[in-house]
Protein backbone atom coordinates (compact mmCIF):
# COMPACT_ATOMS: atom_id res chain seq x y z
CA UNK A 1 0.00 0.00 0.00
CA UNK A 2 1.21 3.54 -1.10
CA UNK A 3 1.08 5.87 1.37
CA UNK A 4 1.83 9.56 0.18
CA UNK A 5 1.64 12.51 3.25
CA UNK A 6 2.11 15.92 1.97
CA UNK A 7 0.94 19.38 3.11
CA UNK A 8 -1.57 21.17 0.68
CA UNK A 9 0.64 23.59 -2.18
CA UNK A 10 0.90 26.73 -0.94
CA UNK A 11 2.34 29.83 -3.00
CA UNK A 12 6.00 29.56 -2.75
CA UNK A 13 8.14 33.37 -2.12
CA UNK A 14 9.80 33.95 -5.62
CA UNK A 15 13.14 33.41 -5.34
CA UNK A 16 15.83 36.26 -6.87
CA UNK A 17 16.13 34.80 -10.33
CA UNK A 18 15.20 32.28 -12.85
CA UNK A 19 15.54 28.69 -11.62
CA UNK A 20 18.95 27.32 -13.07
CA UNK A 21 18.47 23.70 -12.25
CA UNK A 22 15.92 21.41 -12.76
CA UNK A 23 15.81 20.63 -8.67
CA UNK A 24 15.10 24.29 -8.13
CA UNK A 25 12.07 24.33 -10.55
CA UNK A 26 10.78 21.61 -8.63
CA UNK A 27 11.05 22.93 -5.77
CA UNK A 28 9.62 26.17 -6.43
CA UNK A 29 6.73 24.46 -7.80
CA UNK A 30 6.59 22.25 -5.66
CA UNK A 31 6.80 19.10 -7.93
CA UNK A 32 7.80 15.21 -6.90
CA UNK A 33 11.20 14.47 -7.52
CA UNK A 34 11.53 10.60 -9.11
CA UNK A 35 11.41 8.89 -11.60
CA UNK A 36 7.94 7.87 -10.85
CA UNK A 37 5.56 10.37 -9.91
CA UNK A 38 2.23 10.24 -8.36
CA UNK A 39 -0.99 12.71 -9.09
CA UNK A 40 -0.24 15.98 -7.33
CA UNK A 41 -3.91 16.70 -6.44
CA UNK A 42 -4.62 17.46 -2.65
CA UNK A 43 -7.78 15.99 -1.40
CA UNK A 44 -9.79 18.08 0.76
CA UNK A 45 -11.46 16.12 3.15
CA UNK A 46 -8.96 13.40 3.50
CA UNK A 47 -6.10 15.68 3.99
CA UNK A 48 -3.85 13.68 1.90
CA UNK A 49 -2.69 13.58 -1.79
CA UNK A 50 -4.48 11.24 -4.63
CA UNK A 51 -3.00 8.31 -4.94
CA UNK A 52 -3.21 7.91 -8.78
CA UNK A 53 -0.31 6.79 -9.98
CA UNK A 54 1.45 9.00 -13.31
CA UNK A 55 2.54 6.99 -16.10
CA UNK A 56 6.08 6.15 -16.57
CA UNK A 57 6.26 8.40 -19.86
CA UNK A 58 4.64 11.01 -18.52
CA UNK A 59 7.08 11.06 -15.57
CA UNK A 60 9.62 10.70 -17.82
CA UNK A 61 8.22 13.70 -20.06
CA UNK A 62 7.58 15.69 -17.08
CA UNK A 63 11.13 15.98 -16.78
CA UNK A 64 12.16 16.50 -19.67
CA UNK A 65 9.46 19.67 -20.58
CA UNK A 66 10.97 20.68 -16.89
CA UNK A 67 14.76 20.85 -18.93
CA UNK A 68 12.98 23.22 -21.42
CA UNK A 69 11.45 25.80 -18.86
CA UNK A 70 14.81 26.10 -17.07
CA UNK A 71 16.62 26.95 -20.40
CA UNK A 72 13.67 29.19 -22.01
CA UNK A 73 14.36 31.40 -18.95
CA UNK A 74 10.90 33.04 -18.46
CA UNK A 75 7.90 33.26 -18.26
CA UNK A 76 6.24 33.89 -21.51
CA UNK A 77 8.28 31.20 -23.46
CA UNK A 78 7.90 28.36 -21.31
CA UNK A 79 3.97 29.72 -20.78
CA UNK A 80 2.52 26.53 -22.64
CA UNK A 81 5.03 23.77 -21.46
CA UNK A 82 3.87 25.07 -18.09
CA UNK A 83 0.01 24.05 -18.81
CA UNK A 84 1.90 20.89 -20.37
CA UNK A 85 3.49 20.16 -17.08
CA UNK A 86 0.20 20.96 -14.99
CA UNK A 87 -1.46 18.96 -16.63
CA UNK A 88 0.65 16.12 -16.69
CA UNK A 89 0.88 16.19 -12.54
CA UNK A 90 -2.91 15.53 -12.27
CA UNK A 91 -3.77 11.92 -13.00
CA UNK A 92 -6.02 11.34 -16.31
CA UNK A 93 -8.79 9.45 -14.33
CA UNK A 94 -9.86 12.04 -11.42
CA UNK A 95 -8.13 15.45 -11.34
CA UNK A 96 -7.37 16.65 -15.63
CA UNK A 97 -9.75 20.03 -14.51
CA UNK A 98 -7.31 20.54 -11.80
CA UNK A 99 -4.24 21.36 -14.15
CA UNK A 100 -6.03 24.93 -15.02
CA UNK A 101 -5.67 26.53 -11.22
CA UNK A 102 -2.16 24.13 -11.18
CA UNK A 103 -0.91 26.92 -14.22
CA UNK A 104 -2.12 29.72 -12.97
CA UNK A 105 -0.15 29.12 -9.23
CA UNK A 106 2.73 28.61 -11.17
CA UNK A 107 2.10 32.05 -13.21
CA UNK A 108 1.88 33.65 -10.22
CA UNK A 109 5.43 32.12 -8.78
CA UNK A 110 7.43 32.33 -11.96
CA UNK A 111 6.01 35.29 -13.82
CA UNK A 112 7.78 38.02 -11.30
CA UNK A 113 11.08 37.06 -11.92
CA UNK A 114 10.71 37.15 -15.95
CA UNK A 115 11.26 41.08 -15.48
CA UNK A 116 14.54 40.70 -13.24
CA UNK A 117 15.59 37.80 -15.31
CA UNK A 118 15.11 40.20 -18.49
CA UNK A 119 16.99 43.35 -16.58
CA UNK A 120 19.83 41.18 -15.10
CA UNK A 121 20.73 39.85 -19.07
CA UNK A 122 20.39 43.35 -20.72
CA UNK A 123 22.57 44.82 -17.84
CA UNK A 124 25.53 42.04 -18.39
CA UNK A 125 25.29 42.54 -22.53
CA UNK A 126 25.52 46.23 -22.59
CA UNK A 127 27.81 47.95 -22.82
CA UNK A 128 28.73 49.52 -19.32
CA UNK A 129 28.30 53.30 -20.67
CA UNK A 130 25.02 52.77 -22.21
CA UNK A 131 23.04 52.82 -18.91
CA UNK A 132 20.36 55.06 -20.72
CA UNK A 133 19.74 52.11 -23.11
CA UNK A 134 19.96 49.68 -20.22
CA UNK A 135 17.04 51.78 -18.73
CA UNK A 136 14.93 51.61 -22.28
CA UNK A 137 15.00 48.29 -22.34
CA UNK A 138 14.44 46.88 -19.12
CA UNK A 139 10.77 49.58 -19.16
CA UNK A 140 10.02 48.18 -22.51
CA UNK A 141 10.28 44.66 -21.27
CA UNK A 142 8.33 45.36 -17.67
CA UNK A 143 5.48 46.94 -19.84
CA UNK A 144 5.91 43.74 -21.99
CA UNK A 145 5.60 41.26 -18.83
CA UNK A 146 2.71 43.04 -17.33
CA UNK A 147 0.44 41.74 -19.61
CA UNK A 148 -2.97 40.20 -18.53
CA UNK A 149 -2.53 36.04 -19.31
CA UNK A 150 -5.48 36.02 -21.52
CA UNK A 151 -4.34 39.08 -23.90
CA UNK A 152 -2.65 38.39 -27.18
CA UNK A 153 1.20 39.29 -26.94
CA UNK A 154 0.88 41.43 -30.35
CA UNK A 155 4.73 40.31 -31.34
CA UNK A 156 2.57 37.26 -32.11
CA UNK A 157 0.55 38.46 -35.07
CA UNK A 158 2.52 39.09 -37.30
CA UNK A 159 3.82 35.38 -37.00
CA UNK A 160 0.64 34.01 -37.28
CA UNK A 161 -0.28 36.13 -40.00
CA UNK A 162 2.37 34.52 -42.01
CA UNK A 163 1.85 31.22 -41.35
CA UNK A 164 -1.51 31.11 -42.15
CA UNK A 165 -0.54 32.65 -46.08
CA UNK A 166 2.57 30.48 -45.84
CA UNK A 167 0.57 27.54 -45.58
CA UNK A 168 -2.54 28.56 -48.01
CA UNK A 169 -0.34 29.47 -50.91
CA UNK A 170 2.75 26.26 -50.71
CA UNK A 171 3.83 27.66 -54.16
CA UNK A 172 4.06 31.04 -54.17
CA UNK A 173 6.95 31.18 -51.14
CA UNK A 174 8.09 35.11 -52.58
CA UNK A 175 4.80 36.35 -51.79
CA UNK A 176 4.93 35.17 -48.36
CA UNK A 177 8.69 35.91 -47.55
CA UNK A 178 8.50 39.07 -46.69
CA UNK A 179 5.59 38.65 -43.99
CA UNK A 180 7.89 36.70 -42.32
CA UNK A 181 10.41 39.10 -41.27
CA UNK A 182 9.33 38.97 -37.57
CA UNK A 183 10.38 42.40 -36.87
CA UNK A 184 7.86 43.02 -33.69
CA UNK A 185 8.70 39.57 -32.38
CA UNK A 186 12.65 40.14 -32.72
CA UNK A 187 14.01 41.90 -28.88
CA UNK A 188 14.54 45.67 -29.62
CA UNK A 189 18.50 44.85 -29.20
CA UNK A 190 18.61 43.51 -32.82
CA UNK A 191 15.51 44.32 -35.18
CA UNK A 192 17.69 43.22 -38.01
CA UNK A 193 16.36 39.52 -38.25
CA UNK A 194 17.56 38.46 -41.77
CA UNK A 195 16.09 35.16 -42.10
CA UNK A 196 13.18 34.31 -43.84
CA UNK A 197 11.70 31.00 -44.53
CA UNK A 198 9.36 28.73 -47.00
CA UNK A 199 7.10 26.02 -47.23
CA UNK A 200 9.28 22.36 -47.26
CA UNK A 201 6.62 20.86 -49.55
CA UNK A 202 3.16 20.81 -49.78
CA UNK A 203 1.28 19.76 -46.38
CA UNK A 204 0.33 16.09 -45.96
CA UNK A 205 -3.07 14.93 -44.45
CA UNK A 206 -3.30 12.60 -41.85
CA UNK A 207 -2.94 9.17 -43.40
CA UNK A 208 -0.39 10.49 -45.77
CA UNK A 209 1.57 11.50 -43.13
CA UNK A 210 1.35 8.30 -41.29
CA UNK A 211 1.95 6.22 -44.02
CA UNK A 212 5.23 7.75 -44.41
CA UNK A 213 5.76 7.43 -40.81
CA UNK A 214 4.94 3.35 -40.75
CA UNK A 215 7.72 3.44 -43.77
CA UNK A 216 10.28 4.32 -41.85
CA UNK A 217 9.15 2.26 -39.09
CA UNK A 218 9.17 -1.01 -41.19
CA UNK A 219 12.24 -0.26 -42.59
CA UNK A 220 15.65 -2.40 -41.06
CA UNK A 221 18.03 0.11 -39.39
CA UNK A 222 20.52 1.07 -41.99
CA UNK A 223 24.17 0.70 -40.75
CA UNK A 224 24.45 4.58 -39.75
CA UNK A 225 20.80 4.10 -37.81
CA UNK A 226 22.86 1.34 -35.57
CA UNK A 227 24.35 3.93 -33.79
CA UNK A 228 22.65 4.07 -30.12
CA UNK A 229 25.36 6.68 -28.48
CA UNK A 230 23.99 10.10 -29.76
CA UNK A 231 21.26 13.16 -29.32
CA UNK A 232 18.44 14.62 -31.14
CA UNK A 233 18.85 18.43 -30.41
CA UNK A 234 16.31 21.33 -30.96
CA UNK A 235 17.54 24.85 -31.10
CA UNK A 236 16.30 27.95 -32.22
CA UNK A 237 18.38 31.81 -33.33
CA UNK A 238 19.43 33.91 -30.75
CA UNK A 239 16.95 36.80 -31.97
CA UNK A 240 13.84 34.56 -31.14
CA UNK A 241 14.97 32.84 -27.80
CA UNK A 242 12.63 34.53 -25.70
CA UNK A 243 9.77 34.87 -28.00
CA UNK A 244 6.72 32.18 -27.12
CA UNK A 245 6.40 30.60 -30.43
CA UNK A 246 10.22 30.96 -32.43
CA UNK A 247 11.23 28.66 -35.55
CA UNK A 248 12.78 25.41 -34.55
CA UNK A 249 15.57 23.53 -35.90
CA UNK A 250 15.84 20.11 -34.92
CA UNK A 251 18.84 17.65 -36.02
CA UNK A 252 21.20 15.17 -34.02
CA UNK A 253 24.45 15.17 -33.07
CA UNK A 254 26.63 12.62 -30.91
CA UNK A 255 28.32 15.98 -29.37
CA UNK A 256 26.13 18.50 -28.82
CA UNK A 257 28.42 21.45 -28.14
CA UNK A 258 30.61 20.49 -30.96
CA UNK A 259 27.68 20.72 -33.50
CA UNK A 260 26.74 23.90 -31.91
CA UNK A 261 30.26 25.34 -32.53
CA UNK A 262 30.33 24.24 -36.35
CA UNK A 263 27.16 25.96 -37.04
CA UNK A 264 28.01 29.28 -35.19
CA UNK A 265 31.48 29.17 -36.95
CA UNK A 266 29.07 28.64 -40.51
CA UNK A 267 26.18 30.96 -40.14
CA UNK A 268 27.83 33.30 -37.87
CA UNK A 269 24.77 33.26 -34.89
CA UNK A 270 25.52 31.31 -31.73
CA UNK A 271 22.34 28.35 -31.24
CA UNK A 272 20.02 28.46 -28.30
CA UNK A 273 19.78 25.34 -27.45
CA UNK A 274 16.46 24.40 -26.58
CA UNK A 275 16.57 20.84 -25.41
CA UNK A 276 18.66 17.42 -26.14
CA UNK A 277 17.00 13.94 -25.77
CA UNK A 278 19.28 10.89 -25.34
CA UNK A 279 18.48 8.00 -27.72
CA UNK A 280 18.73 5.08 -28.88
CA UNK A 281 19.52 5.20 -32.62
CA UNK A 282 18.99 8.49 -32.98
CA UNK A 283 19.42 9.25 -36.34
CA UNK A 284 16.56 6.77 -36.83
CA UNK A 285 14.52 9.27 -34.15
CA UNK A 286 15.05 12.16 -35.98
CA UNK A 287 13.62 10.72 -39.34
CA UNK A 288 10.74 9.83 -37.23
CA UNK A 289 10.11 13.26 -35.43
CA UNK A 290 10.83 15.10 -39.34
CA UNK A 291 7.71 12.56 -40.94
CA UNK A 292 5.33 13.60 -37.94
CA UNK A 293 6.17 17.65 -38.11
CA UNK A 294 6.49 17.27 -42.45
CA UNK A 295 3.79 19.69 -42.36
CA UNK A 296 4.94 22.01 -40.40
CA UNK A 297 9.12 21.89 -42.01
CA UNK A 298 10.12 24.61 -43.15
CA UNK A 299 13.31 25.39 -45.78
CA UNK A 300 15.55 28.68 -45.17
CA UNK A 301 16.00 31.10 -48.00
CA UNK A 302 19.27 31.04 -48.29
CA UNK A 303 21.23 31.45 -44.99
CA UNK A 304 22.33 35.43 -44.71
CA UNK A 305 25.54 34.11 -43.80
CA UNK A 306 26.53 30.99 -45.39
CA UNK A 307 23.85 30.82 -48.37
CA UNK A 308 22.91 27.41 -47.86
CA UNK A 309 19.02 26.45 -47.71
CA UNK A 310 18.90 25.12 -44.65
CA UNK A 311 16.26 22.09 -44.51
CA UNK A 312 15.57 21.29 -41.15
CA UNK A 313 13.59 24.23 -39.68
CA UNK A 314 10.03 23.74 -38.49
CA UNK A 315 7.15 26.00 -37.34
CA UNK A 316 5.81 24.26 -34.71
CA UNK A 317 5.77 24.90 -30.64
CA UNK A 318 7.99 23.67 -28.59
CA UNK A 319 5.36 22.00 -26.36
CA UNK A 320 4.63 19.94 -29.36
CA UNK A 321 8.41 19.23 -31.16
CA UNK A 322 9.56 18.05 -27.28
CA UNK A 323 6.15 15.76 -26.60
CA UNK A 324 6.88 13.96 -30.20
CA UNK A 325 10.54 13.71 -29.84
CA UNK A 326 9.79 12.31 -26.30
CA UNK A 327 7.22 9.59 -27.90
CA UNK A 328 9.80 8.04 -30.26
CA UNK A 329 12.56 8.52 -27.51
CA UNK A 330 10.48 6.00 -25.50
CA UNK A 331 9.69 3.81 -27.90
CA UNK A 332 13.28 3.65 -29.11
CA UNK A 333 13.57 2.79 -25.21
CA UNK A 334 11.70 -0.63 -25.76
CA UNK A 335 14.05 -2.06 -28.61
CA UNK A 336 11.59 -2.48 -31.16
CA UNK A 337 14.55 -3.64 -33.49
CA UNK A 338 16.57 -6.81 -33.33
CA UNK A 339 20.44 -7.12 -33.41
CA UNK A 340 20.16 -7.30 -37.20
CA UNK A 341 18.22 -3.78 -37.21
CA UNK A 342 14.96 -5.82 -38.28
CA UNK A 343 11.89 -4.74 -36.87
CA UNK A 344 10.38 -7.60 -34.11
CA UNK A 345 7.81 -9.24 -35.54
CA UNK A 346 5.44 -8.29 -32.69
CA UNK A 347 6.11 -4.38 -33.49
CA UNK A 348 5.53 -5.46 -37.14
CA UNK A 349 1.74 -6.58 -36.69
CA UNK A 350 1.00 -3.78 -34.25
CA UNK A 351 1.56 -1.63 -36.63
CA UNK A 352 -0.07 -2.99 -39.37
CA UNK A 353 -3.20 -3.46 -37.37
CA UNK A 354 -3.08 0.59 -36.96
CA UNK A 355 -5.70 2.80 -38.26
CA UNK A 356 -3.36 5.27 -40.39
CA UNK A 357 -6.65 7.79 -40.52
CA UNK A 358 -6.11 8.23 -36.48
CA UNK A 359 -3.78 11.37 -35.36
CA UNK A 360 -3.37 9.43 -32.30
CA UNK A 361 -2.90 5.98 -33.70
CA UNK A 362 1.39 6.67 -32.88
CA UNK A 363 0.64 7.20 -29.19
CA UNK A 364 -1.58 4.03 -28.88
CA UNK A 365 0.91 1.91 -30.27
CA UNK A 366 3.49 3.22 -28.08
CA UNK A 367 1.52 3.66 -24.86
CA UNK A 368 -0.78 1.23 -25.40
CA UNK A 369 -0.81 -2.74 -23.94
CA UNK A 370 -0.52 -5.24 -26.15
CA UNK A 371 -2.04 -9.02 -25.66
CA UNK A 372 1.50 -9.84 -26.29
CA UNK A 373 3.40 -8.11 -23.89
CA UNK A 374 5.05 -9.93 -21.55
CA UNK A 375 4.49 -6.92 -18.69
CA UNK A 376 1.62 -7.75 -16.27
CA UNK A 377 -1.10 -6.14 -17.39
CA UNK A 378 -2.01 -6.17 -13.35
CA UNK A 379 1.05 -4.05 -12.45
CA UNK A 380 -0.08 -1.43 -14.83
CA UNK A 381 -2.42 1.44 -13.58
CA UNK A 382 -1.75 4.39 -15.95
CA UNK A 383 -0.32 4.63 -19.36
CA UNK A 384 -0.90 7.42 -22.03
CA UNK A 385 -4.82 8.18 -22.72
CA UNK A 386 -5.79 4.58 -21.54
CA UNK A 387 -6.34 3.90 -17.88
CA UNK A 388 -6.86 0.82 -15.54
CA UNK A 389 -6.81 0.03 -12.13
CA UNK A 390 -3.58 -2.18 -11.24
CA UNK A 391 -4.52 -5.27 -8.83
CA UNK A 392 -2.97 -2.98 -5.56
CA UNK A 393 -4.68 0.05 -6.44
CA UNK A 394 -7.99 -1.55 -6.75
CA UNK A 395 -8.04 -2.58 -3.21
CA UNK A 396 -6.57 0.60 -1.39
CA UNK A 397 -9.60 2.83 -2.02
CA UNK A 398 -12.49 2.88 0.44
CA UNK A 399 -15.96 3.65 -0.25
CA UNK A 400 -15.68 7.01 1.26
CA UNK A 401 -12.76 8.04 -1.03
CA UNK A 402 -14.51 6.71 -3.98
CA UNK A 403 -16.94 9.01 -3.61
CA UNK A 404 -15.03 11.67 -2.69
CA UNK A 405 -12.99 11.19 -5.98
CA UNK A 406 -16.40 10.61 -8.01
CA UNK A 407 -17.19 14.71 -6.34
CA UNK A 408 -14.76 16.51 -7.89
CA UNK A 409 -15.05 14.28 -11.55
CA UNK A 410 -16.42 16.38 -14.30
CA UNK A 411 -15.33 14.92 -17.28
CA UNK A 412 -12.52 14.26 -18.61
CA UNK A 413 -3.53 14.88 -28.18
CA UNK A 414 16.64 14.06 -45.07
CA UNK A 415 18.29 14.04 -41.58
CA UNK A 416 20.90 16.15 -40.00
CA UNK A 417 23.90 14.26 -40.74
CA UNK A 418 26.39 14.15 -38.38
CA UNK A 419 29.61 16.28 -39.42
CA UNK A 420 32.33 14.82 -40.32
CA UNK A 421 30.88 12.57 -43.50
CA UNK A 422 29.83 16.12 -44.71
CA UNK A 423 30.51 19.79 -45.15
CA UNK A 424 27.88 21.45 -43.12
CA UNK A 425 27.92 23.61 -46.54
CA UNK A 426 25.96 20.73 -48.10
CA UNK A 427 22.95 21.19 -46.32
CA UNK A 428 21.03 17.95 -48.44
CA UNK A 429 19.35 16.49 -45.01
CA UNK A 430 20.42 19.15 -43.07
Not at 279 to 305: F, G
Not at 335 to 345: K, R, S, T, V
Not at 403 to 423: I, P
Request: net charge negative.
Amino acid sequence: MINITTTPITTTTPTAAWPSTVSALRELLQIDNGRKLYCHFQLPKANRRCRTDISLSNSILITHLLEQIVVLGSYTAAKSLLAQVASLVMCQRWHQKEGSPRSLLWEGILKPLEAKTIKQEVQEDAPKSDKETIQVLSSAHAVAVKKEPGSKDETSTPKATSRRRTQSSPSTPTKSSPRLRPSKETPPKNPEFKHKFENYGRPLNTTDKNKAIKKHLLSPLAQKERESEGYVYIYTFPETYRIARPYLKIGYAQDVEARMARWKAQCGYRPRVLGQFTADHYIKLEKLVHAQLYSQRKREISCPNCGVYHKEWFDVDLMTATMITTLWATWMRRQPYDDEGNLQEKWRVRIEGLDLSDPDCWMLLINGVFDDDDADESEISEEGDGFAWSSDDQSEFSEEEILELSDVESGFSDTDDEYGDKDLTDDEGH
